[in-house]
């Protein structure tokens, strides 16, 4: 059994880091282009480790590589050679270590006692990511499940040798893109986590339509390969919805981490309608009693608010 299975086995919650993309943009470092954060990937990767070491430092049992937008072909058109784009990948699984290397090593024995040594998540963003224009809300693409299984296989395979312990299939807005996520996992890389977190706009369906009950046909078929199954990077009113809908069709454990409640604006990259973050820990009482195994937050979430789950939860 692997560490992480050993500590769900005992541990009822594990918190998530918070935002990278849009905490870079709130430390003032540059995030515009197609490749978002993932460009620190490409050259010094200082910001990555600073903010991972945020998230770590304010509790986060797990984070999450800068990889969401480091898919193979967006880096291959960012100009890097096939060798590069690997190694990039790769590279965010060092980074994610470096940071939770020297957060360990900054703690006293007692502190490390009182605390998980933190997993790395290996982000999977969806292919709406690539495209750079808000799809990842909307699912408003199709390709076939070869066409979905080919852009994806290259970076989950970059991941998983860089040594993750988990994959987050995230903010999955398209039934059959998750389908062909949910085989290539099962055909290929049975033997590591994963979960699959969703993003929906009314709490009803995610993003492209479908309902939850055809998201819960799914998830059954390959449930052994699931840790979780759930919703992230949605408002917080609706990722409550979400969950509550779910629950009521599947006994499977959940994954949550609902974005401040902004509004993002796909076409000019840009966010508006103030939201508030300061409810995170409060709404994190509905996501556990829900059956919610993994909790933390997405874009415009920061280290407050995961220090704020920390604070309850630990």
């Known amino acids: 059994m692997s560490r992480l299975l050993e500590t769900l086995a005992e541990k009822p919650i594990l ?24 460009k620190y990937l490409l050259g010094e990767p200082s910001p990555l480790i600073e903010i991972h070491k945020a998230y770590l430092e304010a509790g986060a049992d797990l984070v999450t590589t800068a990889s969401y937008q480091a898919s193979y072909q967006g880096l291959l058109e960012a100009g890097l050679t096939k060798q590069q784009t690997i190694l990039a990948i790769k590279e965010s699984v060092h980074i994610a270590r470096v940071a939770i290397e020297k957060v360990w090593a900054d703690l006293s024995e007692r ?8 997993f790395i998540a290996g982000s999977v963003g969806p292919y ?11 699912g408003a693409y199709q390709l076939t499940k070869e066409e979905f299984q080919n852009f994806h296989r290259p970076r989950i395979k970059a991941l998983v040798e860089g040594g993750v ?33 969703f993003t929906s706009q009314d709490g009803q369906h ?21 840790l979780a199954v759930g919703i992230n990077c949605s408002k917080p009113a609706v990722t409550v919805t979400f969950l509550k809908q779910l629950r009521r069709l599947t006994d499977k454990e959940f994954v949550v981490y609902p974005n401040s409640g902004e509004e993002y604006d796909g076409i000019n ?20 009693k829900l059956g919610a195994r993994f909790i933390g937050g997405c874009c415009r979430t920061r280290p407050v608010d995961i220090a704020g789950l920390a604070e309850y939860f630990h």
């Open 206 to 226: 995610i993003s492209d339509g479908s309902s939850l009950k055809k998201v819960v046909e799914l998830v059954n078929c390959y449930s052994a390969e699931l």
């Open 269 to 288: 990259h840009a966010w508006y309608e103030e939201g508030s973050t300061t409810d995170l820990h409060t709404q994190a009482k509905i996501y556990q």
């Open 128 to 138: 709406g990511a690539y495209l750079a224009d808000g799809s990842e809300y909307t």
């Open 111 to 118: 502190e490390k006692e009182g605390r998980l040594y933190p």
């Open 165 to 197: 312990d988990l994959l987050a299939f995230e903010t999955i807005p398209n039934l059959t893109e998750a389908r062909a996520l949910l085989e290539l996992l099962y055909q290929e890389y049975s033997n590591v986590p994963a979960y699959l977190s």
């Open 15 to 38: 918190i998530l880091d918070g935002a990278m993309g849009t905490e870079l943009e709130k430390r003032g470092y540059d995030v515009s282009g197609t490749l978002w954060s993932a």
